[in-house]
């Protein structure tokens, strides 16, 4: 199985920071990669597909990027409603599609 | 509108039976996997299993398979997510969520999710 390995776990962040997650891949995933962002006391919502590309709605301050097995979230100006956890998910190894481990990001 | 809509919260002792459902609307329900995701109390997300509702094949996360069973009845686009035998660490929340069967892009991704279900199992 892959594992995806989410770090930091949790980021503590001023509204206006630019916050950086990472997940790395324990082997090729090529794109196949998802964040999700999670707000407390509901369900997990798809924020970027295809490691890049941000779903429908999702402000621009939000990027993803990959880097072989390494992929990344940006948040490059934290705003109050951004304070959440957020997930990343491959979707390249059926039938189990891992999640990585999640990373909390609260005010600061 | 894409809707999942998922049963409501349960307390259960453990030993107990229970099923829990999830119905969609808004789309074409044979066209979906309906994957469940456990959530354990201040956990992360964990995959357990999806169905295709069109022909019930199912695909297990090796972890829970055996421990739980997955169903579905298309006729009222519903997908059920079931124990015969509840243990204390089966308390979380459950969410259900659709992944295109023949996906491309965005929809190979879980792009709608239920509300979730909370159960609880305690004696």
């Known amino acids: 199985d892959i594992q995806m390995t989410q770090s930091p776990s949790f980021v503590s962040a001023s509204v206006g920071d630019r916050v950086t997650i990472t997940c790395r891949a324990s082997?090729?995933?090529?794109?196949?990669l998802a964040w999700y962002k999670q707000e407390p006391g509901k369900a997990p919502k798809l924020l970027v597909y295809?490691?890049?590309t941000l779903q429908s709605g999702v402000p621009s301050r939000f990027s993803g990027s990959r880097s072989g097995t390494d992929f990344t979230l940006t948040i490059s100006s934290l705003q109050p409603e951004d304070f959440a956890t957020y997930f990343c998910?491959?979707?390249?190894?059926?039938?189990?599609?891992?999640f990585g481990g999640g990373t909390k990001v609260e005010i600061k | 509108e894409v809707q999942l809509v998922q049963s409501g919260a349960e307390v259960k002792k453990p030993g107990e039976s229970l099923r829990i459902s999830c119905t969609g609307s808004?789309?074409?329900?044979?066209?979906?996997?309906i994957t469940w995701v456990r959530q354990m109390p201040g956990k992360g997300l964990e995959w357990m299993a999806r169905?295709?509702?069109?022909?019930?094949?199912?695909n297990y996360n090796p972890s829970f398979e055996g421990h739980v069973t997955v169903s579905v009845d298309k006729s009222v686009t519903t997908a059920y997510l079931q124990w015969n035998t509840l243990k204390a660490s089966d308390t979380a929340l459950y969410y259900c969520?659709?992944?295109?069967?023949?996906?491309?892009?965005?929809?190979?991704?879980?792009?709608?999710w239920g509300q979730g279900t909370l159960v609880t199992v305690s004696s």
């Open positions: 998910q491959e979707v390249n190894t059926y039938p189990v599609l891992g």
């Open positions: 969520a659709r992944q295109a069967i023949y996906c491309s892009s965005r929809s190979c991704y879980l792009d709608y």
């Open positions: 082997q090729g995933i090529s794109s196949w």
């Open positions: 295809d490691a890049s």
């Open positions: 169905i295709d509702p069109s022909d019930s094949y199912i």
């Open positions: 808004g789309y074409s329900f044979t066209n979906y996997w």
